[in-house]
């Protein structure tokens, strides 16, 4: 694959894992809407763009003050 446009859209999964990569991450959805989004560890920003974001123990402490959202889990 040597650019976007040649990725499937209807099965393509984007991962990251930390803050930059989500960054990354959330340009490839914009271009690929039908992508299915998930972070490793807690992104910065928007975590309402993710599909789905694996937290680790340390970012459940980050998070005490919240309720977990729909698409975290630890």
């Known amino acids: 694959i040597n650019s976007l ?9 984007i ?3 930390g803050r ?3 960054l990354a991450a959330r340009y490839i959805k914009k271009k690929i809407p039908n992508g299915f989004l998930w972070s490793l560890m807690l992104p910065d ?14 970012d ?5 003050t919240q309720p977990a959202a729909e698409n975290h889990f630890y």
């Open 5 to 13: 446009s040649q990725l499937p859209e209807d099965r393509c999964v």
């Open 15 to 17: 991962i990251s894992a």
């Open 20 to 22: 930059r990569a989500a």
């Open 45 to 58: 920003g928007n975590e309402d763009a993710f599909d789905l974001i694996a937290l680790p123990e340390h």
């Open 60 to 64: 459940r402490d980050r998070n005490a």
